[in-house]
């Protein structure tokens, strides 16, 4: 028992250390560094003294989502008592959020404890509203800035510290011989810019900003601003900016959120939001904006809101605003109304942000400031509209909605799907011209140009598709998960191409693969194969791909698809260093010829030529390596144009490739996106051609929502969780009732029908239904797949219980609507056990921090297989079936098409 209890505090030690490791990690610019999903906050109302009863609850937030990206600035404005602190307080942790998940590079810092916590405050500080009330009297300037010092002396060492706050207190604009003043000795300005020092002590990543200015006179605020735009060029700090003060919010803003009641009523970049409000709230708060200008505040429509905002403790149903709205109708009450995204908005490029040279002047604020200068200390633009005739917010009085645009109110994506996130920042390094009223549009001939642009793509057929940034690089033996195949498949040919109908391996490069004793094979590449930058296709090419995925040196995550070649035990040895360069088992013996030698017999050898893995390299692959890896060169029927990390890849279609199979249209862009919701959401308002998963909570309104355009095609997938077995407390013996109890605690048929609304069928085997009985398909589960609670809660006791008491059910969170069906399944398994606790759903940031996480992860073949669907925690290896069988479902624009879930 005690080395049991060793063993335990390693493995927690150890994911303790990898949980900290994932915080430290560094996040590229432009890529998502907090999401926000469904953040609540409830506050208890109860009655009685000695025997208190909850009676009802204040909903402070709830259901805030947003993400939060890397070098952004995100504003959040509305009225007192809208959540905006309390959110801010939520994603300190300062209050423990009653539902909902705050994501930090993947990790719910929700529910995270000791040294992950404690990594996580060291990279999100806060600057606090009052810094009056936020600095303590007693202590000097030097204790409040070096107090951080103490909690993470790793930081700045005891002696080096009185230095280090002095350097915060001259990065502030303060002198560093104020450090032994204390607080009470300063000006307003000078007390936020010590909060803000203090904020910096640690270099986080994140700094909330909690109405940083509001209790500062004007020229101050300015001083402040100004101060916090320079620090973030110079920290690359991503800020969440609170404030009431809407000329101040979009200067300093990438993106502005509008919160009312306790939930996000809008969210886009400053230019949808100030010159292209969607809600009618959004509306009415910028038409209050003070307008200096007489004439122009003659011309203006003020928009007076009728009635008080409803209490949390009892908000309106449906659309929480419907109350003091002019639009509202009778469904408001029931379901919370659509917001048409701006035509101006619907087809743009998806941006990611811009770097920027510390020292250089802040170049991508250009676009807010009335010239390409800084802003001096004391001056602010002015207000929305102010000093010139200003906008009437747009309103449509015949009570309709842009159908083809509609985007879900409070949704992550309602007015800034992930592609306009992007696209804002990347439009920030491109000044537009002011006009004389001052309003900014972009010039005539840009605006002509892009439009020109848009009617040539569609001209050239070129289809765009959702998609996910690959999790390496796109080396054909480093790439095996869906978003990086996804490209192989259409830049790379090989030996063998597998027909999407019936999955037959047929040849593609291969003009024959001959074999005496299914050990050594002759293979004979066709001739007039070239890549696309002209060089031939020859037997070495294949040689030395196979070489290079197969040495230890080159950290090719699929090296062990090569582990039947002979020889690939001294280029990849399970231990120590490699004793050879090439594998013995592979010879070129001419221009079009190679042999291959196995270590053992294996007939079907030529079917697994068709993976990726196998495909053919130019030798500039490996004279520019680099170079290769910026622009990735292959032989298949497009080439990659462009790529753009976070953003997009452009692929062209290649016109002399010598192949059957080419390219039926003029290219494909690839569009990234983080949240399937908002690809759903582009989808539906014609910004999209493709999305390769309908999210679950779509799929009742996928038929209405698409028509025809909407293809529900079976496919031989399976889905499946399987046991940590390299964990001692999930292999022992006799465990095998308990995971026949597991799978008896699932109700399959009920999550098949109400989450994903039959898409999908119920498993029996460890093959699809759609292969049949030639392909290997039989019910052989039995009982063992049908839903039995009694029969479960006493198979799971009889096998030893649940280890710890708890079943984790870990799922990359990145992408598709895995926490749905998870949920589902932990909710059918504690229901049936008669513990809420039983099962949980553990979300892991993408699944390459699962694979970093995994402690066998320097073996790929024995880690979860690769996918976008890949989860971890309960497969049965006796019942040998455990969860449904995927019958995939993908929606399609105008290009129709197969792929799978």
Same mark, same amino acid.
């Given at each position: 028992?005690?080395?049991?209890?060793?063993?335990?505090?390693?493995?927690?030690?150890?994911?303790?250390?990898?949980?900290?490791?994932?915080?430290?990690?560094?996040?590229?610019?432009?890529?998502?560094?907090?999401?926000?999903?469904?953040?609540?906050?409830?506050?208890?109302?109860?009655?009685?003294?000695?025997?208190?009863?909850? $009676?009802?609850?204040?909903?402070? $937030?709830?259901?805030?989502?947003?993400?939060? @990206?890397?070098?952004?600035?995100?504003?959040?404005?509305?009225?007192?008592?809208?959540?905006?602190?309390?959110?801010?307080?939520?994603?300190?942790?300062?209050?423990?959020?009653?539902?909902?998940?705050?994501?930090?590079?993947?990790?719910?810092?929700?529910?995270?404890?000791?040294?992950?916590?404690?990594?996580?405050?060291?990279?999100?500080?806060?600057?606090?509203?009052?810094?009056?009330?936020?600095?303590?009297?007693?202590?000097?300037?030097?204790?409040?800035?070096?107090?951080?010092?103490?909690?993470?002396?790793?930081?700045?060492?005891?002696?080096?510290?009185?230095?280090?706050?002095?350097?915060?207190?001259?990065?502030?604009?303060?002198?560093?011989?104020?450090?032994?003043?204390?607080?009470?000795?300063?000006?307003?300005?000078?007390?936020?810019?010590?909060?803000?020092?203090?904020?910096?002590?640690? +270099?986080?990543?994140?700094?909330?900003?909690?109405?940083?200015?509001?209790?500062?006179?004007?020229?101050?605020?300015?001083?402040?601003?100004?101060?916090?735009?320079?620090?973030?060029?110079?920290?690359?700090?991503?800020?969440?900016?609170?404030?009431?003060?809407?000329?101040?919010?979009?200067?300093?803003?990438?993106?502005?959120? $509008?919160?009312?009641?306790?939930?996000?009523?809008?969210?886009?970049?400053?230019?949808?939001?100030?010159?292209?409000?969607?809600?009618?709230?959004?509306?009415?708060?910028?038409?209050?904006?003070?307008?200096?200008?007489?004439?122009?505040?003659?011309?203006?429509?003020?928009?007076?809101?009728?009635?008080?905002?409803?209490?949390?403790?009892?908000?309106?149903?449906?659309?929480?605003?419907?109350?003091?709205?002019?639009?509202?109708?009778?469904?408001?009450?029931?379901?919370?109304?659509?917001?048409?995204?701006?035509?101006?908005?619907?087809?743009?490029?998806?941006?990611?942000?811009?770097?920027?040279?510390?020292?250089?002047?802040?170049?991508?604020?250009?676009?807010?400031?009335?010239?390409?200068?800084?802003?001096?200390?004391?001056?602010?633009?002015?207000?929305?509209?102010?000093?010139?005739?200003?906008?009437?917010?747009?309103?449509?009085?015949?009570?309709?909605?842009?159908?083809?645009?509609?985007?879900?109110?409070?949704?992550?994506?309602?007015?800034?799907?992930?592609?306009?996130?992007?696209?804002?920042?990347?439009?920030?390094?491109?000044?537009?011209?002011?006009?004389?009223?001052?309003?900014?549009?972009?010039?005539?001939?840009?605006?002509?140009?892009?439009?020109?642009?848009?009617?040539?793509?569609?001209?050239?057929?070129?289809?765009?598709?959702?998609?996910?940034?690959?999790?390496?690089?796109?080396?054909?033996?480093?790439?095996?998960?869906?978003?990086?195949?996804?490209?192989?498949?259409?830049?790379?040919?090989?030996?063998?191409?597998?027909?999407?109908?019936? &999955?037959?391996?047929?040849?593609?490069?291969?003009?024959?693969?001959?074999?005496?004793?299914?050990?050594?094979?002759?293979?004979?590449?066709?001739?007039?194969?070239?890549?696309?930058?002209?060089?031939?296709?020859?037997?070495?090419?294949?040689?030395?791909?196979? +070489?290079?995925?197969?040495?230890?040196?080159?950290?090719?995550?699929?090296?062990?698809?090569?582990?039947?070649?002979?020889?690939?035990?001294?280029?990849?040895?399970?231990?120590?260093?490699?004793?050879?360069?090439?594998?013995?088992?592979?010879?070129?013996?001419?221009?079009?010829?190679?042999?291959?030698?196995?270590?053992?017999?294996?007939?079907?050898?030529?079917?697994?030529?068709?993976?990726?893995?196998?495909?053919?390299?130019?030798?500039?692959?490996?004279?520019?390596h680099a170079g290769w890896l910026s622009?990735?060169?292959? +032989?298949?029927?497009?080439?990659?144009?462009?790529?753009?990390? &976070?953003?997009?890849?452009?692929?062209?279609?290649?016109?002399?490739?010598?192949?059957?199979?080419?390219?039926?249209?003029?290219?494909?862009?690839?569009?990234? @996106?983080?949240?399937?919701?908002?690809?759903?959401?582009?989808?539906?308002?014609?910004?999209?051609?493709?999305?390769?998963?309908?999210?679950?909570?779509?799929?009742?309104?996928?038929?209405?929502?698409?028509?025809?355009?909407?293809?529900?095609?079976?496919?031989?997938?399976?889905?499946?969780?399987?046991?940590?077995?390299?964990?001692?407390?999930?292999?022992?013996? +006799?465990?095998?009732?308990?995971?026949?109890?597991?799978?008896?605690?699932?109700?399959?048929?009920?999550?098949?029908?109400?989450?994903?609304?039959?898409?999908?069928?119920?498993?029996?085997?460890?093959?699809?239904?759609?292969?049949?009985?030639?392909?290997?398909?039989?019910?052989?589960?039995g009982d063992l797949c049908t839903y039995?609670?009694?029969?479960?809660?006493?198979?799971?006791?009889?096998?030893g219980g649940i280890p710890s008491g708890?079943?984790?059910?870990?799922?990359?969170?990145?992408?598709?609507?895995?926490?749905?069906?998870?949920?589902?399944?932990?909710?059918?398994?504690?229901?049936?056990?008669?513990?809420?606790?039983?099962?949980?759903?553990?979300?892991?940031?993408?699944?390459?921090?699962?694979?970093?996480?995994?402690?066998?992860?320097?073996?790929?073949?024995?880690?979860?297989?690769?996918?976008?669907?890949?989860?971890?925690?309960?497969?049965?290896?006796?019942?040998?079936?455990?969860?449904?069988?995927?019958?995939?479902?993908?929606?399609?624009?105008?290009?129709?098409?197969?792929?799978?879930?």
């Amino acid at each position: 028992m005690a080395d049991l209890g060793k063993n335990d505090e390693a493995v927690a030690a150890a994911n303790e250390e990898a949980l900290v490791a994932a915080i430290e990690a560094p996040v590229g610019r432009g890529e998502p560094i907090l999401q926000v999903r469904g953040l609540k906050k409830h506050f208890p109302l109860t009655q009685g003294i000695l025997f208190k009863k909850q $009676v009802g609850a204040v909903k402070a $937030v709830d259901g805030v989502s947003f993400d939060l @990206y890397q070098g952004e600035t995100l504003g959040i404005v509305g009225e007192s008592g809208c959540g905006k602190s309390t959110v801010a307080k939520l994603l300190m942790n300062l209050e423990r959020a009653t539902a909902g998940e705050v994501f930090y590079k993947g990790q719910d810092i929700t529910k995270l404890s000791g040294r992950a916590l404690k990594a996580v405050r060291r990279n999100i500080q806060m600057v606090f509203q009052d810094p009056y009330t936020s600095l303590n009297p007693r202590m000097t300037v030097g204790d409040i800035i070096g107090e951080p010092f103490d909690i993470h002396p790793e930081v700045a060492p005891k002696g080096d510290r009185r230095r280090k706050v002095q350097e915060l207190l001259d990065v502030v604009g303060l002198n560093p011989e104020y450090i032994n003043r204390y607080p009470h000795q300063f000006s307003g300005g000078q007390r936020q810019r010590i909060g803000i020092a203090r904020g910096l002590a640690l +270099n986080p990543e994140i700094i909330i900003c909690d109405e940083p200015v509001s209790a500062l006179d004007v020229s101050v605020q300015a001083q402040v601003i100004n101060l916090m735009e320079k620090l973030q060029d110079e920290f690359n700090l991503s800020y969440l900016f609170i404030a009431h003060d809407l000329s101040i919010v979009r200067h300093i803003s990438d993106r502005v959120g $509008v919160m009312y009641l306790g939930k996000m009523a809008e969210i886009g970049t400053d230019t949808q939001i100030y010159e292209h409000p969607t809600h009618p709230y959004t509306q009415a708060l910028l038409s209050a904006v003070p307008v200096p200008d007489p004439e122009a505040r003659a011309h203006r429509e003020r928009i007076i809101l009728t009635g008080d905002v409803p209490s949390p403790a009892n908000p309106p149903s449906g659309c929480s605003f419907r109350t003091r709205c002019w639009k509202a109708q009778e469904r408001c009450a029931q379901e919370v109304p659509l917001l048409a995204v701006p035509a101006a908005f619907r087809a743009r490029t998806p941006w990611r942000p811009t770097p920027r040279r510390a020292t250089s002047p802040r170049r991508s604020r250009s676009s807010r400031r009335t010239d390409t200068r800084a802003v001096p200390h004391g001056r602010l633009p002015a207000p929305h509209g102010a000093g010139r005739p200003a906008r009437a917010p747009r309103r449509r009085t015949d009570g309709r909605r842009q159908r083809a645009g509609a985007v879900p109110q409070g949704d992550i994506g309602s007015l800034s799907a992930n592609r306009y996130i992007r696209e804002a920042l990347h439009a920030r390094s491109h000044a537009r011209q002011v006009g004389r009223s001052g309003h900014r549009r972009r010039p005539r001939g840009d605006r002509l140009r892009r439009r020109r642009q848009r009617r040539r793509r569609r001209a050239d057929g070129v289809v765009s598709s959702s998609w996910g940034d690959p999790q390496n690089p796109l080396e054909p033996a480093n790439t095996n998960e869906v978003q990086g195949g996804k490209v192989l498949s259409m830049i790379f040919r090989g030996l063998k191409q597998y027909d999407p109908k019936t &999955g037959e391996a047929k040849d593609m490069l291969a003009e024959k693969i001959e074999t005496s004793d299914s050990t050594n094979f002759t293979v004979t590449v066709k001739d007039g194969w070239t890549f696309s930058n002209g060089e031939k296709v020859t037997a070495k090419s294949f040689v030395d791909a196979w +070489n290079y995925g197969a040495h230890l040196k080159n950290n090719q995550k699929n090296a062990y698809f090569f582990g039947q070649i002979q020889g690939y035990d001294q280029v990849h040895p399970e231990k120590g260093e490699p004793t050879a360069e090439t594998m013995s088992g592979l010879k070129v013996t001419g221009d079009r010829t190679f042999t291959v030698k196995l270590t053992q017999k294996f007939s079907t050898w030529p079917v697994t030529l068709g993976y990726a893995a196998f495909a053919p390299l130019p030798q500039t692959f490996f004279s520019d390596h680099a170079g290769w890896l910026s622009k990735p060169v292959g +032989n298949g029927p497009y080439t990659i144009d462009s790529y753009s990390k &976070g953003s997009q890849m452009v692929l062209k279609k290649w016109d002399a490739y010598p192949g059957s199979d080419k390219a039926q249209n003029g290219g494909v862009t690839l569009k990234v @996106y983080t949240d399937n919701n908002t690809a759903y959401t582009d989808l539906i308002a014609g910004n999209l051609d493709l999305v390769d998963d309908v999210p679950a909570a779509q799929l009742k309104n996928v038929e209405a929502d698409l028509g025809d355009r909407y293809i529900n095609v079976p496919a031989g997938i399976i889905q499946t969780l399987s046991f940590p077995f390299y964990d001692a407390n999930w292999n022992k013996p +006799n465990q095998a009732k308990l995971r026949q109890g597991l799978s008896r605690a699932i109700d399959r048929n009920q999550i098949t029908e109400t989450i994903f609304q039959k898409t999908r069928t119920p498993a029996v085997d460890w093959t699809s239904p759609v292969l049949g009985e030639d392909g290997g398909f039989k019910d052989v589960c039995g009982d063992l797949c049908t839903y039995d609670a009694a029969e479960a809660k006493k198979l799971v006791a009889e096998g030893g219980g649940i280890p710890s008491g708890t079943m984790k059910i870990s799922y990359n969170a990145d992408t598709g609507s895995h926490k749905e069906w998870v949920d589902a399944v932990c909710n059918s398994i504690n229901r049936a056990l008669g513990n809420d606790r039983a099962c949980v759903g553990n979300p892991v940031g993408t699944f390459a921090d699962y694979r970093n996480r995994s402690p066998r992860r320097s073996s790929p073949a024995r880690s979860a297989p690769a996918g976008r669907w890949t989860t971890r925690s309960s497969r049965t290896s006796s019942s040998r079936c455990t969860t449904p069988t995927p019958r995939p479902t993908t929606a399609s624009g105008r290009t129709p098409s197969s792929t799978s879930w």
